[in-house]
């Protein structure tokens, strides 16, 4: 974080940081700061209203069975366990919790899927996917077997919000990052 701010300020003035789209480690792509404390307002409001819209891109394991091409998972995140429901993942209580899912493309072994939460719970589109029965490939939490991958197959791909100062519609794209295009080109390449 010292990093960043010391990047974004300018000599003499440090940028003062607010984090509003953080990513699990090994996720690559759109991560939101803000730096200026009119846009870290509106940036705030955004999100809490949920009006901030995540994309995100996931290579997933094939299930046995294909899955449907569109579907929501609607399954509370947090302390699940004996008499309680829910999916098990990183919180002290189970909060409710829904996924949209898209299936992109269907690969020999793997799927390439769209995941958009409607919610924003931690960790909770690769539990989510999980739960669905279609892990995240490389995920060390939640993943399962499938090819071997360099790190977790999972890339924050889209961010679409109001403009945090103006209100007008903002959107804020990552190209998928070579090593996650290299595994897709593979997986293509088998057939």
Sequence with gaps: MAQ???FLGTPGAPAV???HQRL???TSGVVLFG???RANAGLARAFAGRLAEKTYLAITAAPSESPARRFRVSAPLGGAGPGRQGVRAFAKETQPAQTDVVVREVLKGALLVEAR???GRR???RAHLAHAGLPVLGDPIYGGPGPRVPRMMLHA???ALPHPITGEPLVIESPLPADLAGVLAALRARG
Excluded: G, I
């Design 117 to 119: 939460p409607l919610t």
């Design 17 to 19: 940081l607010a984090v």
């Design 35 to 37: 730096v200026d404390p």
């Design 4 to 6: 960043v701010e010391r």
């Design 123 to 125: 960790h909770q589109v």
């Design 157 to 159: 791909w889209r961010l």
């Design 24 to 26: 699990d480690c090994d």
